[in-house]
């Protein structure tokens, strides 16, 4: 069976709930590879970066800008889509990892990673069912400034199905874990009852998921500002990646104050 | 009995809620014979609101142009509305979410063309473009508003069973208002300003709504 395939397979299982964040992934098992994961990703973020491209080879350039970098931003943006996050996951796996592990979880790497591929995936396919939307309004918008804020939107409104599935998943997750601990049979001294004292690590899936969101969501926007320009100004000519300056929320914040002011 | 006739049947138990009719079993073949008649009925609709100024082609393009701004706005919204609540955890209960968004749609151009006639009347009684502007823009209000009751009938059982499933209540409701308010721009003129020439899209017709919207109270704040 293609990669694809498997992976759509998969999506569809997830989407449908019949392999979602409602039943924890099985222990010790790699439902569907790393690699298909990455790879369907990345197809469903390259249209997503297709849709939003859109504007850059659409909108009407400044006189001095030639025709071909419209379609050069639109080529660029495809391929940057995917590699936010697959740049942010590699920037953020390691702190997660360590974060779940102090909080007692004891997901091993290759389920942590598993699990984090396949939130993104979800976050991805959201992206990608919503590029029609996108387009739609990139064929009716002039307004770079309209075109940035719903490219936010879309990216928020996938993000919170992102977090939502990576909740359930991890506390899934760290259900199992929990109750695959071994019970321990310990003698009713003081120092076994001043250990019954100490609170359990019942909000460990918590503080997890909200220690997660936090590195994630953080990394996340100021790798999409390191990595821009996604939309592509149309007063600006091409270019890969812009200057280093400022940061992510900043620039939301002055976007919002131009199309209100 | 015939099919127009189980159209019909089809649509009395649509708008009177008669859960039953869609639980014997029989939803595909009675929804397969609704949704022609509602896609009639939103071309009935359309024929009316274009014949303001009494131009042929003015109908034929408003008949067009309400199923096409129903329909074009479902489809966009669908996909990434399905794609979400699949993300969410309520992927087992999307057939009922979508099979309840189509048929209220299909209340919604039902109900414009039960409202057809009272447009007529309107373009009868006065020939103000303002007032026939506003009584169409009432319409549609009274038209959505059938429809969401349509969809929030077929939701009660839902949300018994599964109470989160009024987030897909939520989400569609927005989805839908942001592209159809954009998509009704594009689509514009509906009823068609007697004063200017036939056309089925106007010039300017890829603008953005929010945007111009943006710039009118910027106007008046200024």
Redesign the interface.
Known sequence: MSTLRTFAIEIDR?????D???EPLPKGQVPVALKVLLVGSAVLGVSYGLAMGLYALLSTKAPDIPWWHGLAQMAATSVKVPLLFLLTVAVTFPSLYVTSALAGSRLRPGATSRLIVRAIA??L??L???G??TA??T?????YS?MKLLNVAVFA??G???L??LR?SLVGELAVDRASEPKKVVADTDSARLERRVPRPSRAPTFVFHTWCAIYGVVGAQMGWVLRPFVGSPDLPFELFRSRQSYFFENVLDTIRD??? | MTSFSEGLEGVGALLRGDTDVWRTGKFGRISRRILPLALAAGLLYGAAMGAYGLRGLQVLYSALKVPVLLGASTA??L??L???L???????H?GPILRGIVLSQATVMISLAALAPVIALVYVSTADYAVAKAFNGLMFALASAAGQWTLARHFRPLLAVEPRCRIALVLWLV?YVF?GV??A??LRPFIGHPGLPVRFLREDA??????QV?SVL?EILD
């Not at chain 1, 064929?139 to 307004?143: D, G, N, P, R």
């Not at chain 2, 699949?86 to 087992?92: D, R, V």
Request: proline share 5%; aromatic share 16%; with cysteine.
């Open positions: 997830i989407l449908r709930g019949e979602g964040p409602d979800v976050h396919v959201v990608a069912s919503v029609p939307i739609f309004f064929l009716c918008t002039e307004s309209f409104f996938g919170f199905a992102f939502h599935f359930k199309l209100l002011l | 966009l919204c996909p990434g399905a794609a979400f699949g993300a969410i955890g309520l992927g087992g999307m989805l592209v954009q998509l721009w594009v890829w603008g953005n709504a929010y945007v943006g910027r």
